[in-house]
């Protein structure tokens, strides 16, 4: 196994590179060092002067990416591209335009992200399979047809309206909970409730339709048929049994996400005020900070990669039939 | 889950829903939010309304703006007077005070400090009993533990002196920050710029190496005495006072940057332009961009009172009432990171924050207008104490027409009379009616209310767009604008020689839900005229090419005050600040060679008639030749808790924070009559499970007992 996870850590770099070449040329395209030092030098007074020092300052006056100045490999390595790339490998981001270090707030946020993004996981996760298990139980009866459109509504609803409507209810109208916020430690606990909560909820139409799904060909099953036969009750059947079984699926849908969990939600973060990983992207989109989006790409890829070889560890694990090598 | 977290609530909180710690709930703190990080607190580098929100409050120029006068005056703040320039000619002999412009080859102002003000404590001057710095000379292994400024157990301060103000006027040349205002400043302080190639070729000789400031000199910057500074300004330059009463001309201690230059520092984003060193009323002591800012009263702030001269209105408002006590009021103001509109109009609803604004989706909700169109509170708003504020910005919102263009631009009749046809047509008093609930005035010219220039009233008025009507003013018939129209070669909409219709392109880089009703609103205005709008929306990168390039042909921009000076505003129409030639911030290329004489002029003449009477001429010129079409001047609506007290806005300070007053006991009586925990929910959802449950219980037990 060791192999086979070396092997494909391997194979990642030349995706990487891949992915930092494409982010790397999509985001040149759209942006000019030059407009990237307007932006950052504000709307007043700006002199073609004071871009060309802010350029040579932030090492944005390098070619992109040949220097045909240079001879040698200074002809690729004295670029923009290269001396922004190669030390992401080795996990140095370096400086945003902000002058704040890349490395430093992505460790600060990916705290704020995980204790919003892993208990929705988990949490999300338990009720889904819970509701799911439990339609498969009653199916063909009426539960498990309101259990159905119950789902489909949840799904046809915008996750915004979910923020909205509990931020309305729970906090304002009820004084529930707070209405934004984060704390560290146990104090924080009263403002990751309602994200939590409202993303818990947004996601039981689609989590529960789709494992219900699964289970629903598990059940038709001959081991299922064999386990009844031998008197099992229906609920050891279900829970014992097809649960196993049905994880294989679950696992791929499940654990190639685990890692991305790190790099937060957009809208939740937002709209709660958590200062996670998801607003930092966005807020770096926004100003053209080209250092941070680089980052998070590189590290949203990385981490993906990563989730693919652990599902694939994990298939091993729960499948006793699938073998690394 | 919910119910967990609600039991843990319970037993701990009065109420559920405070984000604040309830020991806080009777403390003198004022809460407020800010929307975006800011990007700069480093005050040479920091230019931006959200950045000043918190540089205003840490930082002291010399100067300061008058809470309550107005038109805005200038008075001392660390300085002991207001400075005034002395002249000189070319060969250094002393000028009068009235002498010509042309006169004179240098403006110097002296500066006089007052002593005993002293720095809020900082690391950066803590010394051991040797009288040795504690953490000048810190390595990778002493900084293993600090991530904040907190992290330095000890902390000093020293005295402000002269030579902190020369300092930071030299670190505007310093390439490594890139000032915003390095370029303006340098073509007015005697020496500046080549300190600044001075200080690029050091940068490049030593990469690495942070420079040392005193080791420059700066001709137009000097020391006369420990507590009196000069700056030397290239002729005259009036409009210099006002930078005086700006961060960028706040003292910074040498000590700060040595501090923040070691290695390791910035890191752990120790920087200066993180983590500021002022002598102001307040300091960061907690600084979290990600989601809080906590400003917290300087131990050390030096003596200053509330403002005793106010006017009538002033007194009637209850902002004299705390005349002659000493500030600030306030003993922490916390900042929280609210990106959201709903979000933040809940909380100010509930308490939880002091003040807001009003964004469009709150509008209806809290204000209302009278018969006669005057603003006020909804009835919700009035029964809870909440107080309306507003204000016209020193600010103005223009269209403006590309000069060089071949169908827009140009000095001709022709031109001129489509240009003033087209201002008629657009009916910004309608404009500022539907989309921005009554929030701005129509303009009249370039100088918005409140800045000397501006003529209020029918007086006032534009005569090429709008006329007087029974003491009002209204906007000139459309028939007018056709008839202008036709003038300018284009009857009816269409080109008289060849018959074509006349299309015009107008490029924004506008966004957002209203956006596409407001083009809409445009291309409607010049439907009135048959002439045809195209739109062509881009993005903020390519919008800013096309102003350099000239390539566009009808834009929308705006601009704000950097001080009140009608200067500020006549030079975004200066024909040598062009932006296609100069890169400067006339957008709409405007060039008159009588404009441009009198703004020459006018621009070193003292406030008085003689300058009224000379912007007079410049106001009928920009009229005439309509370079702009002249939008609104924005009016800002704020709202207040009636805890809150001392609020007068002031769009030219940034330092009101310590003016400000609230009464905590009356808020957390507030809060928490407000903010009543509703429990029927929880009981009605516990119903709701039970009752979705118990059947399916049932039917589980029904089943099991039929399959067995």
Redesign the interface.
């Known amino acids: 196994m060791f192999a086979y996870v070396l092997r494909r850590l391997l194979y990642a770099i030349p995706i990487l590179i891949g992915v930092n070449l494409l982010t790397f040329a999509l985001f040149f395209v ?3 060092p030059d ?1 990237m030092a ?5 709307a ?7 871009i060309e ?2 350029k ?2 932030h090492g944005y006056d390098k070619p992109l990416l040949l220097n045909t100045r240079a001879t040698g490999s200074a002809q690729l390595t004295d670029t923009l591209f290269f001396q922004r790339s190669a030390a992401m490998f080795a996990f140095q981001f370096g ?1 945003g335009d ?4 890349i490395g ?2 992505i460790r ?2 990916m705290g704020p992200s995980l204790a919003i993004a892993l208990p929705v996981f988990v ?1 999300g996760l338990l009720v889904n399979i819970t509701f799911a298990l ?1 339609m498969v ?2 199916r063909a ?1 009426y ?1 498990d047809l309101w259990g159905v459109v119950l789902c489909v509504v949840l799904m046809s609803i915008s996750g915004l309206f979910y923020i ?1 409507a509990g ?3 729970i ?12 704390a560290g430690g146990i ?1 924080g ?3 990751i ?1 309602l994200p ?2 409202v993303s ?1 909820v947004a996601g039981i139409g689609s989590g529960s339709r789709w494992y219900r799904t699964i289970f629903l060909e598990e059940i038709g099953k001959d081991y299922v048929r064999t386990a ?1 036969a031998k008197g099992l ?3 050891r059947v279900l829970f014992r049994h097809v649960l196993k079984n049905g994880m294989i699926p679950i696992l791929t849908g499940a654990v190639v996400v685990l890692p991305l969990l790190f790099m937060g939600s957009l809208i939740t973060e ?4 958590i ?1 996670g990983l998801g ?2 992207t966005i ?1 770096a989109i926004q ?2 900070d080209f250092s941070v989006v680089r980052a998070m790409v590189f590290l949203g890829s990385f981490l993906y990669i990563v989730g693919l070889i652990l599902t694939d560890i994990s298939y091993s694990w729960v499948d006793p039939r699938v073998r690394l090598q | ?2 119910g967990i ?2 039991g ?2 319970a037993g701990c ?1 009065d ?5 604040y ?1 309830d020991a806080d709930a009777h403390a003198n703190v004022l809460y407020s939010a800010f929307s975006e ?1 800011p ?2 607190l480093d005050p040479a580098r920091s ?2 309304s959200n950045e000043a929100e918190f540089t205003g409050q840490i930082y002291e120029p010399p100067l300061q703006y008058h809470f309550l006068k107005r038109p805005y005056t200038l008075i001392p703040l660390t300085a002991e007077a207001v400075p005034k320039p002395r002249y000189f000619n070319a060969a250094g002999q002393p000028l009068a005070d009235n002498a010509p412009a042309t006169a004179i080859a240098e403006s110097v102002y002296e500066i006089r400090i007052r002593p005993g003000i002293r720095y809020q404590p900082h690391p950066a001057f803590a010394r051991d009993a040797t009288g040795r710095f504690l953490y000048h000379a810190l390595d990778m292994a002493a900084l293993k533990d600090k991530t904040q400024i907190s992290d330095f157990p000890q902390t000093g301060t020293r005295e402000l002196v002269a030579a902190d103000y020369v300092y930071e006027i030299k670190r505007l040349a310093n ?2 920050l ?1 000032s ?5 400043m340098s073509e007015h302080i005697v020496g500046l710029k080549a300190l600044g190639d001075m200080l ?1 070729k050091a ?1 490049r000789a030593h990469p690495g190496t942070e420079l040392n400031l005193n080791d420059f000199p700066l001709a137009g910057a000097e020391v006369v005495d420990r507590y009196t500074y000069r700056i030397r300004i290239k002729g005259k330059y009036p409009q210099f006072i006002y930078w005086l009463a700006m961060p960028f001309f706040a003292p910074v201690p040498w000590e700060a940057d040595a501090f923040y230059a070691q290695s390791g520092m ?4 120790l ?1 200066l ?2 983590q500021p060193v002022g002598t102001g009323a307040y300091y960061l002591s907690e600084n ?1 961009p ?2 809080r800012m906590v400003l917290t009263k300087n131990p050390y702030y030096h003596g200053e009172t509330y403002p005793e001269d106010g006017d009538a209105a002033d007194r009637q408002a209850g902002l004299l009432a705390d005349a002659g006590k000493p500030l600030p009021f306030v003993d922490k103001a916390v900042f ?5 509109t ?2 933040y109009w ?2 100010f ?2 308490g939880y924050y002091d003040s807001s604004g009003i964004s469009s989706d709150s509008f209806d909700q809290a204000v209302q207008f009278s018969a006669g169109g005057d603003p006020r509170l909804t009835d919700s708003m009035r029964e809870k104490g909440i107080h309306l504020v507003t204000a016209v910005a020193a600010s103005i919102w223009y269209v403006g027409f590309n000069m060089l263009d071949p169908v827009v631009g140009g000095q001709g009749e022709d031109r001129r009379k489509l240009r003033q046809a087209i201002s008629i047509a657009f009916d910004y008093d309608e404009f500022i009616s539907i989309f921005l609930n009554g929030r701005g005035i129509p303009a009249q010219g370039p100088i918005p209310p409140g800045l000397f220039g501006y003529v209020d009233g029918v007086a006032g008025l534009n005569p090429y767009v709008y006329e007087a009507h029974g003491g009002k003013i209204v906007r000139h018939p459309i028939e007018m604008a056709r008839k202008l129209l036709a003038e300018a070669g284009y009857p009816n909409g269409r080109n008289a020689k060849t018959g074509e219709p006349l299309v015009l392109y107008f490029d924004t880089m506008a966004s957002g839900p209203d956006t596409k009703s407001r083009l809409d609103w445009m291309k409607k205005q010049l439907d009135k005229l048959n002439v045809q709008l195209v739109v062509r929306g881009t ?3 390519r919008f ?2 096309k102003m350099r390039k000239g390539n566009a042909q009808l834009f929308e921009w705006g601009w704000n005050a ?1 001080y009140p000076d009608p200067e500020n505003f006549f030079f975004l129409l200066y024909g040598p600040n062009k932006k296609v030639t100069t ?1 400067g ?1 006339n957008a709409a290329n405007y060039d008159n060679p009588e404009f441009n004489r009198l703004f020459e002029r006018m621009k070193d003449m003292d406030n008085g008639p003689e300058r009224q009477q000379v912007i007079n001429a410049m106001l009928e010129i920009v009229r005439r030749d309509a370079p702009w079409i002249f939008a609104y001047y924005p009016k800002s609506f704020g709202l207040r808790h009636d805890w809150v007290h001392n609020v007068k806005p002031n769009l030219m300070a940034n330092n009101t924070l310590k003016y400000r007053r609230i009464d905590p006991d009356l808020r957390a009586a507030r809060r928490a009559e407000w ?4 429990l029927w ?2 009981m009605l959802l516990a119903g709701g499970v039970i009752a979705i449950i118990a ?2 219980v049932v ?2 037990r029904r ?2 007992r039929t ?1 067995a």
């Open positions: 759209v942006n000019t407009d307007r932006l950052q030098l504000g007043k007074h700006v002199t073609p002067e004071a020092r802010w040579v300052e400086k902000d002058g704040r270090d430093n707030e600060t946020r949490i439990l139980f009653f009866t539960l909205i931020q309305y209810f906090a304002k109208l009820w004084n529930l909970l707070p209405i934004s916020g984060y104090h606990l009263k403002f409730l939590v909560l818990v009844r009750s229906e609920i937002s709209f709660f005020g200062p607003s930092y807020d100003a053209q | 889950m919910l977290g609600l843990l609530m909180s109420s559920w829903n405070n984000p710690p990080r990007k700069h230019y931006s390439p490594r890139s915003p205002i390095f370029g303006l690029e940068s910035a890191d752990r984003n920087t332009d993180w979290d990600n989601r929280s990171l609210e990106k959201e709903i979000p809940s909380k609803l509930q993005d903020y990168n800013q090419d950097d890169g911030e903010n009543r925990p509703v929910p929880i059947p399916a039917a589980w089943r099991e399959t």
